[in-house]
Nanobody, 118 residues
């Protein structure tokens, strides 16, 4: 599975950005797709995830501000980020979890930088 992310950039606090990610290759048996982020000096953390059935899960810090969506037919996942804060600054990674012989395997995109200025 190859993941191609796009949509990062520089935005002022309070602004919005939309990230998109497209999966290609062996996309069958992809279960959850989502976004993680890693800020300098910090561990990678879950931002949001969505299952193939549409169930969503959000990190506490983004609840109410970010919305994840998915198009199963196109194998794409998007993240609408509103009311951005400087602490949202990080490299955002697209993630897909695919079952291989019944075992979930993680696939990662190349990362896209989101910078929120105060």
């Amino acid at each position: 599975v190859q993941l191609q992310a796009s949509g990062g950039g520089l935005v002022q606090a309070g602004g919005s950005l939309r990230l998109s990610c497209a999966a290609s290759g062996s996309t069958f048996n992809i279960n959850a797709m989502g976004w993680y982020r890693q800020a300098p000096g910090k561990q990678r953390e879950l931002v949001a995830a969505i299952s193939s059935g549409g169930s969503t899960n959000y990190g506490d810090s983004v609840k109410g501000r970010f919305t994840i969506s998915r198009d199963n037919a196109k194998n794409t996942v998007s993240l609408q980020m509103n009311s951005l804060k400087p602490e949202d600054t990080a490299v955002y990674y697209c993630n897909a979890k695919r079952l291989r012989a019944g075992v979930p395997v993680d696939y990662w995109g190349q990362g896209t930088l989101v910078t929120v200025s105060s």
